[in-house]
């Protein structure tokens, strides 16, 4: 997938899971399924995945490849990335440490849809202006995945947040 098509799917999927906790209702939002997050708190996790990205991708790439180096190997397809980040899941990973949203209410809606949306689009600037070499030669840490070229990581953040909507949708259903 090239850096436009990279983008594209970033926005877009952005943009459905912030159209899909719009329109939930103040009892949508809070309503947990047994031992789940709220859909409230699916936001605020993904408010917290996107900006330690959105902030890296705002790094000098000198400063890049002094903290975490540059990559030793090809970067996965899109398809290899959410294989293993689904292999992970099956394993028993999960979100730890700052990814973990606290108890939230309906009132913070408004205020994280904005900041959301606000660093989807910081990020999808910094992506335009990366060059294709340099996303597949730096690399950054992810907590469950490990080294990630900064290609891999657009790939986990587009995909992170469609199996976030999953989860939502699938909590309002079974409500």
């Given at each position: 997938?090239?850096?436009?098509?990279?983008?594209?799917?970033?926005?877009?999927?952005?943009?459905?899971?912030?159209?899909?906790?719009?329109?939930?209702?103040?009892?949508?939002?809070?309503?947990?399924?047994?031992?789940?997050?709220?859909a409230i708190q699916q936001l605020d996790h993904i408010v917290r995945s996107v900006k330690p990205v959105n902030m890296a991708f705002g790094l000098p790439k000198f400063i890049l490849?002094?903290?975490?180096?540059?990559?030793?190997?090809?970067?996965?397809?899109?398809?290899?990335?959410?294989?293993?980040?689904?292999?992970?899941?099956?394993?028993?990973?999960?979100a730890s440490g700052q990814f973990v949203p606290p108890a939230i209410g309906a009132e913070s809606k408004q205020g994280l849809l904005n900041q959301l949306s606000d660093l989807v689009n910081s990020l999808a600037r910094k992506t335009e202006n990366i060059s294709e070499a340099s996303l597949d030669k730096y690399i950054l840490p992810h907590?469950?995945?490990?080294k990630?070229?900064?290609?891999?990581?657009?790939?986990?953040?587009?995909?992170?947040?469609q199996h976030h909507q999953a989860l939502v949708e699938k909590g309002l259903v079974n409500r």
């Open positions: 997938m090239n850096k436009d098509q990279l983008v594209s799917l970033l926005r877009d999927n952005h943009a459905a899971f912030l159209s899909q906790i719009q329109k939930c209702s103040d009892a949508g939002l809070c309503y947990a399924p047994d031992g789940k997050w709220t490849q002094w903290r975490f180096g540059t990559a030793n190997r090809p970067s996965k397809s899109y398809e290899q990335l959410i294989e293993k980040y689904q292999g992970k899941l099956q394993e028993g990973g999960r907590p469950l995945l490990g990630l070229t900064l290609r891999e990581m657009l790939y986990f953040t587009a995909y992170h947040v």
